[in-house]
Every structure is written in structure tokens, then in C-alpha cells.
């Protein structure tokens, strides 16, 4: 029986056919066992979103009773997830020196499949350079997946894809990132006053750019924000191990600024109000800004879409 979950990258499922259904709990049915055992397995980790960090988390469109993404990160776990032929993904820009057998061009892939939320992370690098990396790794993109694309709004303008930051949004991120940072515990420390510098500079930006500057802060702050918090909960990892994890992954200047914006959010804003903000499809910088008194930022049309869904089955 040939089931067809679509091409490309990610599809509403506004209307789901009656074959496709049948397909889909046919599939579940089949892989159940097999997924209960993976979970089980070394090279799985499952995740839960924290609802006393992420406050919107009962918002989370679950495609099932699984309340969990499983964070699968190493060969052998990747092969054992019989349940879907895997393709390369546009974000494949990195080969591992793992030899996957069917998904070696694959660095990250997030979406359903079999009624459950899997991330699929192959960088064997960045997983093994420190104790701590592979469960940083797996809040940041577990986070994506749930609380964002099945528990949030998406404005239509941050939907398609990741705009390049030229050397003046460069310089703006690393200005806001040697503006505000966090103490040891958490605590936030502003070395200026931040409000009226951060108008000034993004009006000098242009909108092209600050449209720039908000989409990257619209996917990436919050997981950062959730990544940072969750690790010093769970882990007791503080702000300079969250530093060193994050220069060792890469873009430290753009992911940066998240965990601490958040705190600044939290104490501005409370944190409920501002994930609740968040997921009606207001941006960290957006709900920022407009808490200095400024509508430099436009307003957005959030996607109006339910159940946005990665294709990676074929
Ligand atoms: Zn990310």
C-alpha cells in the first residue's frame, strides 16, 4: 500500500483524505512496538517542554497522546526508526563522518511522523564535543518543533527562507550583546541604557535589514531563551557554560542575545504575558521594542494555519 505524504518542504494538512488517514494509523499501528522500543534505545532522548519555562506549552498541538519529541542523535538510532524513508532537507549545508545509510546527507530534520514528534540531529562533532551538548542540542530544536511550529503563530514573512545578515545587522547583534548579558545567576546585567540606544541604531538599520534582524530573532531567541533556562534547571549548567556551548555551535552572535532578551521580557513583561504575546506571532525583538515605547517594528500577519507539518516521508 503506497502512502503519499506530499513533496517539498513543509505542507498544511488542512484536509487530510480518508485513504491518507487509513495510511497514517496503518503506519502507527505497524511501528508502535518498534517506536517503544526506540525510546528505550541509546541515541534517543526524549524530550518534554517545561511548562514553568515555557508557559504556552499546554498550547502545543500534539498529533498525539505522546506528550514528548524524540530526539534521535546517532547512527544506530537513525537506522532503527523504521517508520519512514528519509530525504535530504534544504538545511543539509554539513555531512557528518558518520556514515548514515539512508539519510548521510542529512544534518537536521524536524517534523510528524507516525503520530509523534521526531528531530532528527546528525553532527556527531558538535554531539560529542562536550558532556552537556547533545541535550542543549535537543531542548533548542525540540523546542522548534513543538512550541513553535505546532504551538505557535507564524508570521507569513518569517515562513519562507533565512535571510542573510549583512555586516550592519552583524554589528547591531553584537552591540546588543555587549549591551546586556547574564551574571551566574541569571541575573541581568546592562551596561547602558538600553531603550533609547536600540531605537536609534535600528532606525540607522533600515527595515530591510531589521526585517533581517527579526526573523532570525523570531526562530532562534526563544529556543535560546528555553535552551538556556531549561539547562540551568535540569542540568545546573549556568550562563557561561551556555556561552561556551554556544561558540563552539557557531552564529554565537545572532543565537546570543535570546536567553538574555528573555529575562529581560521576564522582567518586564512577566513571562506569561510575553510567551502568550509570542505565539500569537509577535517576535522577542518585536515585543522588545514595542516595551521601550517604540513602533519601529511593523505588525505581522500571523500564518493562519493549525497543523504545519514537515514532509519526511516518502
Ligand atoms: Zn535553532
Known sequence: MACIYGVGGYMVRAAISLRNWICIHLLFLMIAPLLAQSSATEGVLQIEIDSSIWTQSHRIRWPSQSRVVDFVYSAAAFRGIPCFALRPSSRSSQRSDEPFATADKIELMLGEACSRLFVLFNNRRLVEAAALNKFFIAHHESF???AQFFGAEIPLDFLGPRPVLDSGSREFLEWLSQSMRLDEHGGLVLTEEL???????????GSERVDAIEHW???????????????????GSGYADYLVFRESAGDAFVYAPGPVVGVWLDNKLGRKQWQS???SGKSMLKLMVSACGSSVIPDRIPAKVTNLKFDFMR
Do not use: N, T
Open 144 to 146: 522548534h518543533l513543538a
Open 277 to 279: 504575546d509570542y505565539i
Open 195 to 205: 531603550c533609547p540606544a536600540m531605537i536609534r541604531r535600528l532606525g540607522y538599520l
Open 217 to 235: 530573532a523570531f526562530w532562534e531567541w526563544p529556543a535560546e531563551y528555553y535552551m538556556y533556562k531549561l539547562m540551568s534547571a535540569q542540568h
